[in-house]
């Protein structure tokens, strides 16, 4: 005889639940479903409105004492609300100083932390976000706090913006080879021994391939870009950089020398990389 997961009484032979108890646990699964969205909605319209506030924390309370969502599982809502908003306010790709507001506020009224909101990156967008728009308002953003000192020699004034770790960095190397054909007669020299007469007419033939050269950490500042790896360290301003590339997973650029061939930087981020990297630049430049 089998006993009801739900209900904890006999349930027939072979059998380990009441199909009524069954049912009501279901429906009870579907409501507490349905109010952990309410809560996401509510966020939402908390971040819209700021007089919406209110209401989402008498709704907070309310779901707190009726007891049947657990901490966790609020916080978890209120969060994934959170990570939802994010995702309608970049929709334009710009995320303006109000909506940055009302998520840093949300985020401390209820002690959310970065892990907390980081899934799929949503944290990271927003501070991303932010820092592009303090660029394109001409303002150098201060948003990257540092633990300890920077990886490399700054200038005296020189403010560091952003830091890219496990970044790797790539080069173009050129390759020449021979293409063409071998002409000429073999003469005979003695039994078994022969001399070959002719040229190698051929045309060189050069090819490029990106190579990965070192990986290590990008340091971007107000003034110059910066990596520093275990085989290449350098510093180059903006000043003496000519042209930018855009790579969905990165950026490179080109020196201001006559033989200057692309460097190239893998981040993760294209586009927040290059906004960053060209913006600065625009300010270096005057």
Same mark, same amino acid.
């Given at each position: 005889?089998?006993?009801?997961? *739900? ?5 027939? =032979? ?11 646990? +279901?429906?009870? +699964? ?8 309410? =809560? ?5 319209? $908390? ?18 004492? &009726? ?30 100083? &109000? ?15 970065? %892990?907390?909101?980081?899934?799929? /990156?949503?944290?990271?967008? #927003?501070?991303? &976000?932010? #820092? ?9 953003? +201060? ?10 020699? =700054?200038?005296? /004034? %020189? ?42 007419? /051929? ?20 003034? *110059? ?17 000519? $042209? ?15 033989? &200057?061939?692309? +460097? ?23």
């Amino acid at each position: 005889m089998g006993t009801c997961i *739900h209900c904890g009484k006999p349930a027939g =032979l072979f059998r380990s639940r009441h199909d009524a108890c069954e049912a009501r646990a +279901q429906r009870r +699964q579907a409501e507490l479903l349905q109010r952990k969205v309410d =809560l996401q909605r509510q966020v939402a319209s $908390a971040i819209v409105d700021p007089d919406q506030h209110e209401a989402l924390r008498a709704l907070v309370e309310k779901e707190s004492g &009726a007891g049947d969502l657990d901490p966790d599982a609020i916080r978890g809502a209120i969060a994934e609300g959170w990570r939802r908003s994010v995702e309608r306010c970049l929709e334009d790709g710009i995320l303006d100083a &109000a909506e940055e507001r009302q998520l840093m506020r949300l985020k401390s009224a209820y002690a959310l932390t970065e %892990e907390d909101l980081d899934v799929n /990156g949503a944290h990271t967008r #927003v501070v991303h &976000a932010a #820092v592009v728009r303090d660029l394109l308002n001409d303002i150098v953003p +201060q948003r990257l706090h540092l633990d300890g000192p920077a990886p490399v020699n =700054l200038q005296k /004034g %020189e403010k560091v913006v952003w830091m890219f770790h496990r970044c790797d960095y790539l080069e173009d190397k050129t390759k020449r080879e021979m293409k063409g054909a071998s002409q000429g007669a073999s003469i005979r020299v003695m039994k078994g021994v022969y001399y070959r007469v002719g040229a190698f007419k /051929g045309t060189p033939v050069y090819t490029t391939h990106r190579v990965h050269v070192d990986t290590g950490t990008m340091v971007v500042t107000d003034k *110059h870009i910066y990596f520093t790896g275990p085989r290449k360290s350098f510093r180059v301003p903006y000043t003496k950089i000519v $042209a930018f590339l855009p790579f969905d997973d990165g950026f490179g650029f080109v020196r201001d020398t006559q033989t &200057a061939k692309p +460097q190239v930087f893998r981040t993760g981020d294209g586009w927040f990389a290059q906004n960053l990297v060209v913006n600065l630049g625009r300010l270096a430049g005057g």
